[in-house]
């Protein structure tokens, strides 16, 4: 008989990654697993345990073995058809939050390069009485995203959409706009961990030539869904807030505020019509 401490300390893999696999295994939160150290495995959950410890190894990320990923106050199902969604992508939802205080109107959200809608769930989840719309040109990444927001109870308040940017989208209004698109110049892409090349879809990922590709593509067409109170949120790249602002003036917006990831670097922006 092994305990869940003995078998977390003899699974020679990175400490946490076993706890979170253990936790996978008996069903249980991380918060609960120290009440749980001493408590024996049957065979069936050892067995199990030791084949994701072995799956662990070959690379492959806890998120992807597990099928789930946590990003700001929810739990997203996950697979190599989105990207596993980043903290650094909660400064999206720092921003919104900063810039509309009122949680209780109505916003008419879009989310440009959904993935697995771990942005607009969020949104939509502290907005409670506002809609969306969650954009891809995955088909595969959508369905995720639906399974996502039926889990979330959405059903009702979003809808998804596959589209080329704003191609397939009904011209109308919105007052918040956000994306985190693709936004890594491909000569960049082989230098990328392993994990991340093997396991990310190269469509979440490759953002052309220089990275912006996206952003250019998106500004085509973005004066047409937004008005004068509108404001844009934007992820971008650790080297790459100088050239976005100048993109996005160029195109007549304003920088309204930046924000700055867990390691201190400009990781979005936010931006109005000027
Ligand atoms: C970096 S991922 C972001 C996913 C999610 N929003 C997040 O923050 O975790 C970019 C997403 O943009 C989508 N995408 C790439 N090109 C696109 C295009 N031309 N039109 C719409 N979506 C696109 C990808 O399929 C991918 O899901």
Known sequence: MTSVNSAILESDIDTIDAKYLMCFVLNIELSDLPLKFDYNLSDAEYKK???????????????????????????FVVNENVLSPRPDSETIIESVLQHRTDKNKKYNILDLGTGSGCLLISLLLEYKNSIG??????QKALSIA????????????????????FDNIPTQKFDIIISN?????????????EEVKKFDPVLALDGGNDGLDCYRNILKQMHNY??????????????QHQEINNLFLLNGY??????FDLSKIIRSHTYKKL
Do not use: C, H, M
Not at 181 to 193: A, G, H, R, S
Not at 226 to 239: H, L, M, Q, R, W
Not at 254 to 259: D, G, I, N, P
């Open 226 to 239: 937004i008005d004068k109170d509108s404001i844009i949120v934007v992820e971008f790249g650790y080297n």
């Open 49 to 75: 345990f030791t084949k994701l410890v072995k799956i662990r190894k070959t690379g492959t990320p806890i998120d992807i073995i597990t099928g789930s990923k946590g990003f700001w106050a929810s739990d």
């Open 133 to 138: 719309i969650g954009v891809d040109i995955s």
């Open 181 to 193: 698109p693709p936004y890594i110049p491909t000569y960049e892409l082989k230098n990328l961990q």
């Open 146 to 165: 639906k399974t996502n927001a039926d889990n979330n109870g959405l059903t009702n308040r979003i809808d998804f959409i596959q589209s080329d940017w």
């Open 254 to 259: 304003k920088l309204l505020s930046r924000q």
